[in-house]
């Protein structure tokens, strides 16, 4: 097995539902298009962190390949100096591997082929397929024309080739300023499409790259780059998503300037047997999510002012902020399975992301107990020193997750929730005079209830019945049952409780013009002194946990600096959004 589908084929533990692109490389396949290869690739721009949208994209080019024995790379497209980062490049690679993937080889970089970029340049510039352009960029788009208009020819569009290669040189020399000229494509002004007038594939930028240093000071564009480097890679499906469908006349031609025999030398496929057969795009929707801000330009935007706690904030939609939520790898690859793919812009339902978190950690997650408003309890017929240690099951339907030992004492709390002195109607937790089981424990009953001069109630006095471990009560039904902990043995943790960011379906829509308008105020609640069972904290490992009653949490990945756990909620047992 090759190294890139080892994660892909252990993840298709459900049936995978067919789409037109499985159904695309299944003909290619079948029809010996790429002499049998299938080769994706993953394409980010390290100009922020991934987000769960990039999930989507990740997921079908990674178990695309490993369906059909192929591989997928991991390449960083990264033609924007300006915009992007070291720090970018190192948490996406980070990223990708949490999800589970390992891409094809070494990582590639669309900066390594800056120098195979260039000389094709040149190569379009000798078959007078590309000029060297002096309009500026106001200029340039109004010769442009729009979507009803067609565009004009540049004055320098009959510039003689000689001149070009003149110009194209000094250019790269960094004899001239930024934006005072461009290496252009000789195809269409009047085209239709837009992305044909003449576009622009070198622009000028004195500006040092986090991979090439200052050795270019000319930065080839997206749409020259993309094509040729999915061809230098030996890429055979290039998905990409629907914005792009109008480049894809571009794409095509591009590659259909390039010297296909040096094309493959320069390849990957240098020594293969197998025919060379140019890649092909093939696009599809954008994942989005509704009361979820997605584009990575806002995402940075939400860090930069400080509306959140950078990227990995557990309420962010990145991988990096899903990963410290306690949202697993797992449940994020189900997720995109569950979506699957289709060429119609629509907006999943944040409750769906929700039940595929709850789903895994439903399975997957240890029970234990965590109080998070204590209200102290003495069980006044326990002796004082004395403690019980009782055997729960860490999960109540999987035998193998083992068992755990919970310290049972005179002085427990309970949640202050789980008491009433005047229950609502149809109450069946604890009230004066009444009983109420303590999960896993015995069944006591409420004898006294004591309070401080204000009247708020500081304790409990309470009796069990020590016949009752495992076993009914006698004579009578008690039918409530709560969590607990000893106050002696418990951890008083810090927990943070998120939700939601923002209150309206679509943050991103065009009508809001500040985001900070739309976030939820209530989207961090932190609660101080919430005490956790100890067995907790022996989990060597960060995963989540069920705090019974209460959701799913996992410890921080922060150390803080008061040595007091944190604890994230991952998300509520039951959607509290829907109806
Ligand atoms: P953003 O608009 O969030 O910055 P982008 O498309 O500019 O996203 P890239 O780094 O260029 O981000 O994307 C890498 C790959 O991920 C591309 O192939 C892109 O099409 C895909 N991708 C980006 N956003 C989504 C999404 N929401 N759903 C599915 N695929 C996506
Ligand atoms: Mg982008």
Known sequence: ????????????????????????????????????????RFPPEPNGYLHIGHAKSICLNFTLAAENGGFCNLRFDDTNPTKESQEYVDAIKDNIRWLGFNWH?????SSAYFNELYSFAIQLVEKELAYVCSLNAEQAREYRGT?????????????????SLNLLARMKAG????????????????????????????????????QTGNKWCIYPTYDYTHCISDALEGITHSLCTLEFEDHRPLYNWILGQLDLEKLQLASDLAGSSSQYVLPE???????????????????????????????????????AGLRRRGVTPAAI?????????SRSESVVDLGMLEHAIREDLDRNAPRAMCVLNPLPVLVTNMEEGQVQHLSMANHPKNENMGR????????????????????????????????????????????????????????LLCSADFGTLGQRPQGRKVKGVIHWVSSGHGISS???????????????????????????????????NALVEPSVMKEQRRICFQFEREGYFCLDQLDSTTERPVFNRTITLRDSWSG
């Open 281 to 319: 795009q093939t696009e599809f929707a954008k994942l989005k999510l509704n009361y979820t801000m997605m584009g990575k330009r806002n995402l940075k935007a939400m860090v930069d002012s400080g509306t959140v706690d950078g990227w990995d904030d557990p309420r962010m939609p990145t991988l």
């Open 333 to 341: 690859r189900h997720f995109c399975e569950s979506i699957g793919v």
């Open 147 to 163: 979507l009803t208009e067609p565009g004009r020819d540049s004055p320098d569009r009959n510039r003689p080739k000689n001149e």
């Open 494 to 528: 810090t927990v943070r409780l998120y939700d939601r960011l923002f209150t309206v379906e679509n943050p991103e829509s065009s009508e809001i013009e500040d985001f900070r308008k739309v976030l939820n105020p209530h989207s961090l609640q932190v609660i101080e």
């Open 1 to 40: 097995m090759t190294e890139s589908n080892s994660a892909g084929s252990s993840l298709r533990t459900v049936s995978t539902p067919s789409n037109y692109i499985r159904t695309m490389i299944a003909r290619d396949q079948s029809n010996g298009k790429y002499g049998g290869r299938v080769h994706t």
């Open 105 to 109: 080889g070494e990582v590639r970089y």
């Open 404 to 459: 755990r030992q919970v310290p049972f004492d005179r002085k427990l709390v309970i949640d202050r929730a789980d008491f009433a002195e005047e229950p609502p109607p149809g109450f069946k937790r604890l009230v004066p005079g009444g009983e109420v089981r303590l999960r896993g424990a015995y069944v006591i009953r409420c004898d006294k209830v004591e309070k401080d001069a204000s009247g708020n109630i500081t304790r």
């Open 175 to 210: 004899e001239f300023a930024d934006g005072t000229y461009t290496l252009r494509a000789c195809i269409d002004m009047a085209s239709p499409n837009i992305n044909m007038r003449d576009p622009v594939l070198y622009r000028i930028r004195h500006f040092a790259h986090h």
